[in-house]
């Protein structure tokens, strides 16, 4: 997912619950919980929701007041999403993934694994029931259930030939070996995107590929570029972004090929947002916000020069979640 923090199918797991989770820490309680390292921002309808450092999971209903939440981990989080204004998951390092039922004020942990030594990067719910959750070196689960079971997936369509040939003669002769190179041989996978037609999976080793039933099969794009992609938008007008690691940004328009935007600003982009206006805001490190329309690319760096990993478009504002906190700064029309 950030940088900052670091057609094939086979099913290999399925975990409930809690499942490989001992009893959790909570959460420590925090004064300035809006000031500690914020990753993820998300508006469910009702109240800003965003989560952070050692467990943070903060609330506000008018970007000013901010609550801290009843969270069953101290892991650093990493994704947020909700499906409306009740449920939510968000997701983090130990391959931590907590859901809410009450719109973020309380949270109950779904499922850990701090042996896996792998992060959750980001999670997408397409209903209250059907949702993945993605991260380090090809970590993909899938639930049909709400997250009362989470099965483990390896999108081996997603490798290149090369190592799928391998994989492939290595599962007959030595099937121990097989399952250990399965567990790092895929790149990260930073960001799962839903849009109207297709689902979007972009992350390390200019990994962009794309869904169009709904997750069950995976084919990856052409490569546009060798390094780490970790986010991407498209617009009401099918206009799509994808951008990564030093700024590298490209854009397309239907089904022409990606271009690059040209950028001398190498600040990494973490995530996109877009106004209903046409207005492209790519939220990168060093405090840069890029804004695109039509075409043209414009640089605004924010002077603490603090990492921005996410914000959201709230009352006219621009609501972020940094590095050091929440950030706030208002939109002129």
């Not at 328009?253 to 947002?273: C, F, L, R, Y």
Request: glycine residues 8%.
């Amino acid at each position: 997912m950030k940088y900052l923090l670091f057609a094939g199918f086979s099913s290999l797991a399925c975990f409930t619950a809690h499942s490989l989770a001992a009893d959790p820490l909570y959460a420590i309680s925090a004064i300035k919980a809006d000031k500690t390292l914020l990753t993820d921002i998300e508006f469910n309808g009702d109240q800003l929701v965003a989560v952070g450092k050692h467990g943070t999971v903060i609330t506000s209903p008018d970007a000013k007041n901010w609550e801290q939440a009843n969270v069953p981990t101290q892991v650093l989080l990493t994704a947020v999403n909700f499906v409306d204004t009740q449920n939510g998951w968000a997701c983090g390092h130990d391959a931590t993934i907590i859901n809410t039922d009450n719109g973020g004020n309380d949270w109950q942990l779904q499922y850990s694994n701090a042996t896996l030594d792998k992060p959750c990067l980001d999670i997408l719910f397409k209903d209250a029931q059907h949702g993945f959750a993605v991260g380090a070196y090809g970590m993909f689960y899938e639930t049909h259930d709400g997250g009362k079971q989470w099965q483990k997936r390896f999108l081996d369509t997603l490798l290149f030939e090369d190592d799928r040939d391998y994989l492939n003669d290595l599962k007959e002769s030595d099937p121990q070996a097989y399952e250990a190179e399965t567990a790092s041989i895929l790149p990260h996978f930073n960001r799962i995107v839903a849009t109207n037609e297709k689902l979007v999976l972009v992350g390390e080793m200019g990994l962009l590929a794309h869904s169009l039933d709904n997750g069950q099969t995976w084919q990856r794009d052409d490569e546009i570029y060798p390094g780490s992609f970790f986010a991407y938008g498209i617009n009401e007008q099918n206009e799509e972004l994808v951008a990564g690691l030093r700024g590298n940004i490209f854009s397309r328009h239907g089904d022409v090929m990606w271009q690059p935007i040209e950028n001398i600003k190498t600040a990494t982009v973490n995530s996109i947002i877009h106004d209903d206006k046409g207005n492209w805001l790519l939220l990168a490190n060093s405090g840069v916000i890029f804004h695109y329309k039509d075409s043209q690319l414009q640089v605004e760096q924010l002077p603490d020069g603090k990492a921005i990993l996410d914000a959201v478009i709230f009352e006219q504002q621009l609501v972020m979640a940094s590095e050091n906190g929440i950030k706030v700064k208002r939109i002129t029309p």
